[in-house]
């Protein structure tokens, strides 16, 4: 697949925002952890896979990570500046303080980082990799949303039925009714032949439709 034909996928993995007459459930908070880059990739795109025009793509099964920024009545946020980061198939972030000790494990095609704008629609989309456990944490992927005049929101996505939930300390303490909002299925791509995933994920943000 070519670098940039993915974005013509948007159309079929992204659902068309709907109204909503009551509040929904607003999506729970996270930490930020301890690895958000603190030098930023060469590249910082919604494609992860590649960096730059390198011809060499990073390892891991291949994910579209799609969703919407919502209000807290379901109305889509334009402008909103969604970022994701996450380890490589590794287990490795692109932060000095884990990727100098690791720079043998580092996948240098994986850009670890990545953002997108949000249109009128409210809807994101990333290519990247299914995330992969390490020690101490059950695999996800971190996910920022930032809005002018607004502080910063930032949460993380999770595989549903991953067996390393049961465990994850930052997951447990979530309450259950609430955990499942940061629970997505990675689910096959229909009609790709690499074994492709997408999953989705709705941010749910505690802002009024006013106020945006």
Avoid at 67 to 78: E, F, M, T, V
Wanted: glycine share 8%.
């Amino acid at each position: 697949m070519q670098r940039r034909s993915f974005l013509t996928l948007s159309s079929l993995l992204l659902t068309t925002p709907g109204a909503f007459a009551d509040e929904l459930a607003r999506t729970p908070k996270q930490t930020e952890g301890p690895f958000y880059p603190d030098k930023l990739p060469l590249d910082t795109d919604n494609d992860l896979l590649t960096i730059n025009d390198s011809l060499t793509p990073a390892v891991g099964v291949v994910t579209y990570l799609s969703g919407r920024i919502l209000d807290s009545h379901g109305n889509p946020i334009r402008n909103a500046t969604v970022e994701i980061w996450q380890c490589d198939h590794n287990g490795v972030y692109i932060h000095s303080q884990d990727s100098t000790p690791k720079k043998d494990k580092q996948d240098k095609s994986f850009q670890g980082f990545g953002r997108f704008v949000t249109g009128s629609t409210g809807e994101y989309l990333f290519r990247t990799i299914k995330p992969v456990p390490y020690p101490g944490r059950t695999p996800h992927i971190h996910l920022a949303v930032k809005l002018k005049g607004k502080k910063e929101f930032v949460t993380q996505c999770y595989i549903a039925g991953e067996a390393q939930n049961q465990t994850d300390g930052p997951l447990k303490g979530i309450p259950e009714p609430q955990r499942k909002l940061l629970l997505s299925e990675f689910k096959p791509l229909k009609g790709s032949k690499i074994g492709e995933l997408t999953a989705g994920f709705d941010v749910v943000l505690g802002i009024t439709p006013d106020a945006h």
